[in-house]
């Protein structure tokens, strides 16, 4: 075990990681932050949620100056809610320090940037085509960074975001220090690590580390018509405090929300078409558990770390193996355990097994629940309630009333009574929810290799789009990322 403090980590960060509660550093952090702090360039393999964040961090930050009001710092991100997300915890591990960090990305009104940038932050974090966009307008100066990293480097290249990152990089100054995390290594990504890095140290953590231990993964064989009312029983037998639901599609993930809403839940869905002062407004309540389940694309459930997720399902399973363990990873976090269930149809399974074998873990199978079993979930959390009350032992001024009904009704009667009372019985509205098309393991690596020869861009195949993604393919080839021009246009203007 690695702690911080073997790391030689100065007072002030060392506070700002004991108010988070974290003492031990996980594997990427552990292997990083020393070649890090001692100017190396480094390439780090690793999934998200393995502390990637802090792993580039800290470094940064024991660099950067605070007296000089400069950006010293700067973070280039795929998406505006992971760019948030970074954000925030760079600005917590520097409170001490006294540093800024700013966030920048699409979405936002051009001017308050401006504004927010001549304030002096000393990191930024930044979506490419938003910080290009500055760089021209030379409303941000790059002069000054010290230190660059690039955060999931393969998904700002299945985005199209390539040749931005690499005039980014050309931008700043070559004496930088740059660190490069990505969870695969494709050659594009190579070829800018041989060509903008100095010698790089290369790290990877291991797909076991990569998979999270405590977090029990399961799947459930179910034909597509009966996948929403499984969801809906499961939800009703483990009554999670947070639970996160993925779907394929953004139509999917409105009508599971609209679905989950009418059954009596308190779900909100998060995709590439809401605004993001919408989406920042739906994060808010779930991670204030106002709401208790979130429906989300892969793109916008992105780098979201949220504490107390206690279980991950799958309505749709996902097309490759590295999405399964970035959504699966959502939970399970800070040492606790979780719990990912996948709704699998019969012609999935052949894709399942895949999954298994790339991520060297096994899923247990579960049966789907009965609605008597549903039924009996939500009885059991009535029971829970009373048996809180109960050890609360504050029940004296009851006493009387109790007594009086007892002789008039029997116990059980009563106790009956109390339980269907306190129990949330759902509404059996009919919910419809489009169907998709199953995923085979020929159709998943043949969209791969398809990927691979075009730069990525059309990573999910012809004519299919990938969910949240911003208006990604809903046409045919040209807008599937073939026509690379309006391809790298369209990603411009929303980030």
């Given amino acids: 075990m690695t702690t911080f403090y073997d790391l030689g980590i100065s007072q002030p960060i060392m506070k700002a990681l004991e108010k988070m509660g974290f003492e031990e550093a996980t594997p990427i952090q552990a292997q990083t932050?020393?070649?890090?702090?001692?100017?190396?360039?480094?390439?780090?393999?690793?999934?998200?949620?393995?502390?990637?964040?802090?792993?580039?961090?800290?470094?940064?930050?024991?660099?950067?100056?605070?007296?000089?009001?400069?950006?010293?710092?700067?973070v280039v991100a795929p998406t505006r809610e992971l760019a948030i997300q970074v954000a925030e915890e760079i600005n917590r591990l520097g409170k001490f320090k006294g540093l800024r960090t700013l966030p920048v990305y699409g979405g936002q009104h051009m001017e308050r940037q401006i504004r927010a940038l001549k304030d002096g932050p000393h990191i930024v974090v930044a979506t490419p085509g938003r910080l290009l966009d500055h760089m021209r307008r030379k409303t941000i100066r790059i002069d000054n960074v010290q230190t660059a990293?690039?955060?999931?480097?393969?998904?700002?290249?299945?985005?199209?975001?390539?040749?931005?990152?690499?005039?980014?990089?050309?931008?700043?100054?070559?004496?930088?220090?740059?660190?490069?995390?990505?969870?695969?290594?494709?050659?594009?990504?190579?070829?800018?690590?041989?060509?903008?890095?100095?010698?790089?140290?290369?790290?990877?953590?291991?797909?076991?580390?990569?998979?999270?231990?405590?977090?029990?993964?399961?799947?459930?064989?179910?034909?597509?018509?009966?996948?929403?009312?499984?969801?809906?029983?499961?939800?009703?037998?483990?009554?999670?405090?947070?639970?996160?639901?993925?779907?394929?599609?953004?139509?999917?993930?409105?009508?599971?929300?609209?679905?989950?809403?009418?059954?009596?839940?308190?779900?909100?869905?998060?995709?590439?078409?809401?605004?993001?002062?919408?989406?920042m407004s739906v994060l808010n309540k779930f991670k204030n558990g106002r709401v208790e389940v979130l429906v989300a694309t892969d793109v916008a459930a992105r780098g979201l770390d949220i504490s107390g997720v206690t279980h991950v399902y799958n309505f749709d399973i996902p097309q490759d193996p590295e999405s399964y363990v970035h959504r699966i990873g959502r939970t399970g976090r800070a040492g606790r355990t979780g719990e990912a269930i996948s709704f699998i149809t019969p012609r999935e399974i052949a894709h399942l097994h895949l999954i298994e074998k790339v991520t060297k873990s096994k899923m247990k199978r579960l049966m789907p629940p009965t609605n008597q079993e549903a039924q009996r979930g939500q009885q059991q959390v009535a029971v829970d309630k009373i048996l809180k009350t109960i050890e609360k032992k504050d029940l004296n001024s009851y006493h009387q009333t109790a007594s009086e009904l007892l002789q008039e009704n029997d116990s059980?009667?009563?106790?009956?009574?109390?339980?269907?009372?306190?129990?949330?019985?759902?509404?059996?509205?009919?919910?419809?929810?489009?169907?998709?098309?199953?995923?085979?393991?020929?159709?998943?690596?043949?969209?791969?290799?398809?990927?691979?020869?075009?730069?990525?861009?059309?990573?999910?195949?012809?004519?299919?789009?990938?969910?949240?993604?911003?208006?990604?393919?809903?046409?045919?080839?040209?807008?599937?990322?073939?026509?690379?021009?309006?391809?790298?246009?369209?990603?411009?203007n929303r980030d």
Wanted: aromatic share 4%; net charge positive.
């Fill in 33 to 74: 932050i020393p070649l890090a702090m001692q100017g190396k360039d480094v390439i780090g393999q690793a999934q998200t949620g393995t502390g990637k964040t802090a792993a580039f961090g800290i470094p940064m930050i024991e660099k950067i100056e605070k007296s000089t009001r400069k950006i010293q710092g700067l």
């Fill in 149 to 279: 990293v690039l955060d999931e480097a393969d998904e700002m290249l299945n985005m199209g975001f390539i040749d931005d990152i690499r005039d980014i990089l050309k931008g700043i100054p070559e004496e930088r220090q740059t660190l490069l995390f990505s969870a695969t290594m494709p050659k594009e990504i190579r070829e800018i690590a041989n060509t903008l890095m100095k010698n790089p140290e290369e790290i990877k953590v291991k797909a076991k580390e990569m998979t999270v231990e405590n977090i029990d993964q399961y799947f459930v064989e179910v034909p597509e018509k009966y996948k929403f009312d499984t969801l809906n029983n499961h939800l009703d037998i483990h009554a999670p405090a947070l639970a996160i639901v993925f779907a394929r599609t953004k139509k999917r993930v409105d009508e599971i929300t609209e679905g989950l809403q009418v059954r009596g839940f308190r779900a909100e869905g998060i995709h590439g078409d809401l605004t993001q002062g919408k989406r």
């Fill in 412 to 492: 059980v009667t009563i106790i009956a009574a109390a339980l269907k009372l306190l129990t949330k019985e759902r509404r059996n509205t009919p919910v419809q929810i489009s169907s998709v098309q199953p995923i085979s393991v020929k159709k998943a690596q043949r969209s791969k290799d398809n990927g691979r020869r075009g730069g990525k861009r059309n990573y999910y195949g012809k004519g299919k789009g990938r969910g949240g993604q911003g208006g990604r393919s809903q046409g045919g080839r040209n807008q599937g990322g073939r026509n690379r021009k309006g391809n790298f246009q369209k990603r411009k």
